[in-house]
């Protein structure tokens, strides 16, 4: 709850002014009932039409102030419960950031969309309501109460019984209704996975013909919050009506003690009119709170959300020393020194006993069967997973020494599935390189062999990108991609399978070019296609995460039974021999 409120302190004076302005509006809506009461006890009849305009005067100037309180603090509660929640999403979105791909793992994305935008409205809503009733409910309800016993003491009695039934009532309702707002909330997380797997993969859902099947899979998610909804709005739907019927029952019961009492000359009518109305006021105070208790469950399962995602201690500790990218002497070196990783919750090693070294400007080449590790091995040099044993090394340096954002600064990364955001062509070029010039994206596209597609477009770089790049192949995006890395200008290259989706041509013609564009710079590119990395200075061929044989090209294929095999595969004996370093 603190790391909740803690969004609230910077609004502390204007929730202190929105408090005053609430405290006057009810201190002059309790001063309305006694001017009703002067009026109809000294008689309107008999008294100078001066008279009168001046009750009416005084009772439209309380109202009118009451009303312009009654504006400033909604305008003010307002205020801070959108700043709340503006800072409680940029909360949420830095914390998330700092994530390594192992908190991914335990909370999943469709959650975490869930908590920044549902969960913060919810809270959001209560923070509004809580400044608006937080002074007025307890100084209608205090100040109600003591000016109806001052009006008439015997009167005063149907408090002790109507405002611990309403109150029995609304702690019974909420205490049945929070364990299935908590429920409702878990399955809005599954309902956002199924329209967001849905989304994503409706190619391959047109593909396969499973229309039907997803739709099932939506109506089943949306069926379950429908119900669950439908069970507690049962349940709140009835507080609404025992508390309305509460506060009738004590109006009738009012008159008709109050009746009595006028016909004994006990009690004058004005008298039974402004008790009538602190009664209401009262009682209205105790409604206020309920309508804060419709919102408290939720809220509250909310806060409990929010705060799971901020006391989460990411695994990766950016305690580094070294912020300055250029501290690292050979930048492009990399070494691993008996490297293993086990993923969250995995009992078996993923890698096992890595230990390898090239150079830099050097091109480093993984190669192995589906499953082996190669992505893994890859994520380990950018800090997505810490290694759980042995040591990776940059130019030197332990890479637990170096700043996480320094360290990513000295690499370009393209991934196995490319992603491109919406926008232009040249924004995604530019997401490499934010401040990247128009040649700089035109020698970027014409190293990735991206600029022979781009300039048959019509509005060439300035094409409008769709979200995820659906409006362009397979192979477009691969290369738009392969830019976006080009254009950073990195000490290291990490292509991860990134190639499968080129053709040979140009696979071929890409790796030359980029050869040429980088030469000084680290190239690890994992691969499939054995053409891809026959070339490389150094090949890994790892399985089961090991490391099976490393060496050149013609080293493996003279020595490695396993690798000959591999390229067998793929080329003839003929190209292997004629072809590598």
């Not at 100037?61 to 801070?80: G, P, Q, Y």
């Amino acid at each position: 709850m603190k790391r909740v409120l803690k969004f609230l302190k910077p609004y502390t004076f204007f929730i202190i002014v929105a408090m005053a302005f609430s405290f006057v509006q009810s201190y002059l809506n309790l001063k309305l009932p006694d001017y009703m009461s002067d009026i109809v006890d000294n008689g309107i009849v008999g008294q100078s039409i001066e008279q009168v305009l001046n009750y009416g005067k005084k009772m439209l100037i309380v109202s009118s102030i009451s009303a312009l309180c009654a504006v400033c603090a909604t305008f003010i509660a307002s205020r801070v419960s959108a700043g709340f929640a503006k800072k409680a999403r940029h909360s949420i979105y830095e914390k998330v950031e700092e994530f390594s791909l192992n908190e991914f793992n335990k909370i999943p994305t469709s959650s975490l969309i869930t908590r920044t935008t549902n969960d913060v409205t919810q809270i959001q809503h209560l923070v509004l309501m809580t400044m608006r009733m937080m002074i007025m409910a307890p100084m209608m309800c205090i100040g109600g109460m003591i000016m109806a016993i001052s009006t008439n003491k015997k009167l005063s009695i149907i408090f002790t019984v109507a405002i611990p039934i309403l109150l029995v009532l609304i702690v019974l309702l909420a205490k049945k209704v929070l364990p299935l707002f908590s429920i409702a909330q878990k399955r809005t997380d599954r309902l956002n996975q199924v329209v967001r797997e849905k989304l994503t993969g409706v190619r391959v859902i047109r593909a396969f013909g499973t229309q039907d099947y997803e739709k099932e899979r939506f109506d089943v998610a949306n069926k379950n919050i429908y119900e669950i909804s439908l069970k507690a709005g049962y349940i709140m739907a009835l507080l609404m009506p025992l508390i309305f019927f509460c506060i009738n029952i004590s109006s009738v019961i009012i008159v008709w003690i109050g009746a009595n009492q006028i016909d004994l000359g006990t009690l004058q009518i004005g008298e039974m009119m402004a008790f009538i109305q602190y009664a209401m006021q009262v009682l209205f105070s105790v409604l206020m709170v309920s309508m804060m208790f419709v919102l408290i469950p939720r809220a509250i399962v909310s806060v409990k959300r929010i705060n799971e995602v901020l006391e989460i201690e990411p695994s990766i500790k950016d305690d580094g020393k070294i912020s300055n990218k250029d501290d690292v002497k050979a930048k492009g070196e990399i070494e691993f020194d008996n490297v293993e990783f086990s993923y969250y919750g995995s009992n078996e090693p993923v890698l096992k006993h890595i230990t390898f070294k090239v150079n830099k400007g050097e091109t480093l080449a993984i190669i192995g069967g589906t499953g082996s590790g190669k992505t893994t091995l890859v994520n380990l040099i950018l800090r997505f997973y810490e290694a759980t044993a042995g040591n990776i090394k940059i130019g030197g340096e332990d890479i637990k020494d170096i700043k996480i954002n320094t360290l990513r600064e000295m690499i370009a990364y393209v991934p196995q599935k490319s992603v491109l955001f919406s926008g232009t062509i040249a924004e995604n070029i530019k997401y490499g390189k934010q401040d990247a010039t128009e040649d700089e994206v035109l020698d970027a596209a014409k190293v990735s062999q991206s600029y022979e597609f781009i300039s048959e477009l019509e509005d060439k770089f300035d094409s409008r990108v769709s979200q995820g790049g659906t409006n362009y192949s397979g192979g477009q995006k691969q290369r738009i991609a392969i830019a976006r890395a080009i254009i950073r200008k990195p000490d290291i290259y990490i292509f991860d399978d990134s190639f499968s989706a080129l053709d040979y041509k140009t696979d071929r013609v890409l790796r030359e070019e980029l050869n040429k564009y980088a030469k000084g710079a680290t190239k690890v590119i994992v691969a499939q296609r054995v053409s891809t990395v026959m070339n490389a200075d150094k090949i890994l061929l790892i399985d089961d995460g090991k490391i099976l044989a490393q060496g050149t090209h013609k080293e493996l294929f003279n020595n490695c039974k396993e690798y000959k095999e591999l390229v067998l595969s793929q080329i003839t004996e003929e190209e292997a021999m004629q072809s590598g370093k």
